[in-house]
């Protein structure tokens, strides 16, 4: 993982894309020699849509067409220890992960890997976890508290945003305005 930036975006869901196309981030040159360059991390469908820098499944059958369409020759493609050894030499196992939900597997991956800012696309109270479980939220909290000296922002609609993740001290908010002004100064273009 080569990153000279320290920042990352992790894409959740495609709830937002008509206020913010994230695919334009798969291009994303960062600016001068790359200073803004953001590290793209993604989960569930997603994949189909976006290459990813790193990808982050826990589902068998998203596992399955990742491999059938030959994506994981392209692209790193994280999956738990039960995944790897099924798939043998095809995916990267999590590292020191517990039992975490795959939307906040991503954010994990983006913090464990050393980002000092991530930010988080479609996430919000409106996203739903592929499997439908409740806790994913707490999941992604969870990383939150763990990662203090990491800065997420949370972009989007601040009021669309779970109260628990924005009470964290290193968790902010932004609009998408505010992300084109501040954080990529032109380079997304």
Not at 37 to 64: A, E, N
Request: charged share 20%; with cysteine; glycine share 8%.
């Amino acid at each position: 993982n080569q990153h000279i930036s320290g920042r990352a975006a992790v894409i959740g869901s495609a709830l937002d894309q008509e206020q913010f196309d994230f695919k334009k981030l798969e291009k994303h040159k960062g600016g001068l020699l790359g200073q803004k360059k953001l590290q793209t991390y993604g989960s569930g469908d997603l994949w189909k849509s976006m290459k990813f820098d790193f990808y982050v499944t826990s589902s068998d059958s998203h596992l399955q067409e990742v491999n059938a369409t030959g994506y994981s020759e392209q692209n790193i493609v994280y999956t738990t220890a039960k995944n790897v050894s099924k798939y043998p030499g095809k995916f990267y196992l999590v590292p020191h992960i517990g039992r975490l939900d795959e939307l906040a597997m991503a954010v994990y991956l983006a913090a464990f890997d050393g980002h000092n800012e991530v930010f988080l696309f479609g996430y919000n109270n409106d996203t739903h976890d592929i499997a439908g479980r409740i806790t994913w939220k707490e999941h992604v909290n969870s990383v939150f508290a763990a990662y203090s000296t990491t800065q997420f922002t949370l972009v989007g609609t601040e009021t669309n945003m779970p109260d628990m993740w924005k009470n964290n001290r290193n968790v902010s908010c932004q609009n998408f305005r505010q992300l084109l002004l501040t954080v990529t100064c032109n380079s997304l273009f």
